[in-house]
C-alpha cells in the first residue's frame, strides 16, 4: 500500500478537511494508494495577500518536512499556488508534487493556451507567480474571476445556482474573446464546479487536485521523484530547530 499525504493550506477542523477530501472519489484512487488529507496546524486565511502566501510557504513546508519518516510515499499539496513545493522538494526524496505544476503541464497538453478561472482577483498573484516560475506566461491566454470571496471550509456547497453561472459566463469570455483553448480552476477548492464546467463548457476543464493526485499516481507507479539536481538536498539541514519553533 503506498500512502499519500495531501496537505490543506490553511487550518480548519475536521469537517472543513473533509470537505476538501471529496474531490477524490473512492472510484478515483487506485486500490493499491491509501490518500490522507491533513490541514496545517497554523498559516493563513485566505492567500489573499503576499502576507498570507509567506505563511502558506511556512505552514506546508513544516507539515510536510517529516513526511518521509512518517512513512508516507509522495506528498501533494492542496492548493494550486504550490506553497512550499521548491523547499520539500529539497528536502525530501519521496515524490512532492503541486496541482499547479502538474495542471499547467497537463493543458497544456490538451491545447496550445489555457486561462486560469477563479474566485476572486485577489488570488492573482499566486498564478502570476507559478506562470514566472515555470516559464508559462506566454502559454496563459487570461486570469479571470468572479470576484466571489471565497469559504475555504464550506466552498461552494449552497451557492452552486449562482456561483457556477458566473464561472461559467467568465469561463466563455475566456474561450471567446481571450483566446483559451483549456479552463484550468485557480483552486482545488472550486472542485464542486468541476463536473457542471465540463459539461457546459466546449473546452477541457482542468480540476488542479485531481490531477496534482494523479500525478503523484502516476510517480509513484513508474518508480521516478524529482531530480536532485535540480532540488539539492540543503548539506546541513535543521529539522529540529524549524520543528521546535513550531512546538513539535
Request: charged share 20%.
Given at each position: 500500500m503506498k500512502r499519500i499525504k495531501m496537505i490543506?493550506?490553511?487550518p480548519m477542523d475536521a469537517a472543513g478537511v473533509a470537505k476538501r477530501a471529496a474531490q477524490l472519489p473512492a472510484e478515483l484512487i487506485h486500490g493499491n494508494f491509501q490518500v490522507e488529507f491533513m490541514a496545517v496546524s497554523w498559516g493563513a486565511a485566505l492567500g489573499d495577500s503576499?502576507?498570507?502566501t509567506q505563511l502558506m510557504d511556512m505552514s506546508v513546508f513544516e507539515a510536510g518536512l517529516l513526511a518521509e519518516q512518517e512513512g508516507f510515499d509522495a506528498v501533494c499539496i492542496d492548493t494550486v499556488s504550490d506553497s512550499g513545493l521548491y523547499a520539500l522538494r529539497s528536502?525530501?526524496?519521496i515524490p512532492v508534487v503541486g496541482p499547479g505544476l502538474a495542471s499547467l503541464h497537463f493543458a497544456l497538453c490538451l491545447g496550445h493556451?489555457?486561462?486560469i478561472l477563479?474566485?476572486?482577483d485577489e488570488w492573482f498573484a499566486l498564478y502570476t507567480k507559478i506562470l514566472k516560475e515555470y516559464g508559462l506566461e506566454q502559454r496563459c491566454a487570461s486570469l479571470r474571476s468572479i470576484n466571489t470571496r471565497p469559504d475555504l471550509a464550506e466552498l461552494l456547497a449552497g451557492k452552486e445556482e449562482v456561483v457556477f453561472k458566473q464561472?461559467?459566463?467568465q469561463a466563455r469570455l475566456a474561450i471567446e474573446v481571450d483566446g483559451a483553448d483549456v479552463i484550468v480552476l485557480g483552486s482545488t477548492t472550486m472542485h464542486q464546479s468541476a463536473d457542471y464546467l465540463q459539461r457546459v463548457l466546449p473546452v477541457p476543464v482542468i480540476n488542479p487536485g485531481r490531477v496534482g493526485y494523479k500525478m503523484c499516481e502516476m510517480m509513484l507507479e513508474l518508480g521516478v521523484s524529482h531530480s536532485k539536481r535540480a532540488f539539492p538536498a540543503p548539506q546541513r539541514p535543521n529539522d529540529a530547530m524549524i520543528l521546535a519553533?513550531?512546538?513539535r
Amino acid at each position: 500500500m503506498k500512502r499519500i499525504k495531501m496537505i490543506v493550506p490553511i487550518p480548519m477542523d475536521a469537517a472543513g478537511v473533509a470537505k476538501r477530501a471529496a474531490q477524490l472519489p473512492a472510484e478515483l484512487i487506485h486500490g493499491n494508494f491509501q490518500v490522507e488529507f491533513m490541514a496545517v496546524s497554523w498559516g493563513a486565511a485566505l492567500g489573499d495577500s503576499y502576507y498570507d502566501t509567506q505563511l502558506m510557504d511556512m505552514s506546508v513546508f513544516e507539515a510536510g518536512l517529516l513526511a518521509e519518516q512518517e512513512g508516507f510515499d509522495a506528498v501533494c499539496i492542496d492548493t494550486v499556488s504550490d506553497s512550499g513545493l521548491y523547499a520539500l522538494r529539497s528536502r525530501l526524496k519521496i515524490p512532492v508534487v503541486g496541482p499547479g505544476l502538474a495542471s499547467l503541464h497537463f493543458a497544456l497538453c490538451l491545447g496550445h493556451k489555457f486561462s486560469i478561472l477563479t474566485m476572486w482577483d485577489e488570488w492573482f498573484a499566486l498564478y502570476t507567480k507559478i506562470l514566472k516560475e515555470y516559464g508559462l506566461e506566454q502559454r496563459c491566454a487570461s486570469l479571470r474571476s468572479i470576484n466571489t470571496r471565497p469559504d475555504l471550509a464550506e466552498l461552494l456547497a449552497g451557492k452552486e445556482e449562482v456561483v457556477f453561472k458566473q464561472l461559467e459566463a467568465q469561463a466563455r469570455l475566456a474561450i471567446e474573446v481571450d483566446g483559451a483553448d483549456v479552463i484550468v480552476l485557480g483552486s482545488t477548492t472550486m472542485h464542486q464546479s468541476a463536473d457542471y464546467l465540463q459539461r457546459v463548457l466546449p473546452v477541457p476543464v482542468i480540476n488542479p487536485g485531481r490531477v496534482g493526485y494523479k500525478m503523484c499516481e502516476m510517480m509513484l507507479e513508474l518508480g521516478v521523484s524529482h531530480s536532485k539536481r535540480a532540488f539539492p538536498a540543503p548539506q546541513r539541514p535543521n529539522d529540529a530547530m524549524i520543528l521546535a519553533r513550531a512546538g513539535r
